[in-house]
């Protein structure tokens, strides 16, 4: 398994006084948020398959972001979003399927009894997983975050030839990491509460990602996502 990766130089945030990027001239770009997980998962996606060359990040201030991307690169105004064979995609689920299946470098998606159906399901449930959460931040998340950071334990268990959900690493840890990484730190420090307390499967399964250099490269200052989440959340 590729557990390292070189370490990138990463280009500086574009914002409003930001020109644009030339579009569709051969260079395949990714635009991202360095903070946002949504676009983490793709980042990952690249970064694992060893295609930093081949697809050049361009990170967006959000809060300012430039005009001419909603206007002239995607409509939907987002990230990520992917500019690829004359054409910007977007949707981060979509998008980590696309890298796979459209770049080279290792497959994300093992072959096995029963694993790509299990893969299928667990990164479905990513979104109730995603909004359960984030609406308990509005209430007490100490009471009505545990089914949901079970139910990854329980997945965890499923596969016994590797520490990931399928066993070996693929788009299911990607389509979570980002996610368990911000709402770990959040929970943590604002309530206390420990998402690996009684699941060893998941505390396990968050050490061994941090073993990855291409999931490392991409984590987030826990006091940026503190002050984002707690700006989102709770200041009323």
Known sequence: MATTCVE???????????????????????????????????????????????????????QNRPAWYKEKVYPGNKVPALEHNNKVIGESLDLIKYVDS???????????????????????????????????????????????FDHLETALHKFDDGPFFLGQFSLVDIANIPFVEKF??????VWKYDITAGRPKLAAWIEELNKIGAYKQTKCDPKVVVEAYTKLFLTQ
């Open 102 to 148: 459209n770049f080279g470098g290792p497959s994300l998606c093992p072959d096995g009894p029963g694993k790509r159906e299990f893969a299928e399901e667990l990164i479905s449930y990513t979104d109730t997983f995603i909004r359960i959460v984030y609406t308990s931040f509005k209430g007490d998340p100490a009471k009505e975050v545990g089914a949901t």
């Open 8 to 62: 990138e130089v990463l280009p500086p945030v574009l914002d409003s006084t930001s020109d644009q990027p030339p579009l569709f001239d051969g260079t395949t770009r990714l635009y991202i948020s360095y903070s946002c997980p949504f676009a983490q998962r793709v980042w990952i996606t690249r970064n694992y398959k060893g295609l930093q060359e081949q697809i050049k990040l361009v990170p967006l201030n959000l």
């Open 184 to 189: 770990q730190i959040f929970l943590s420090e």
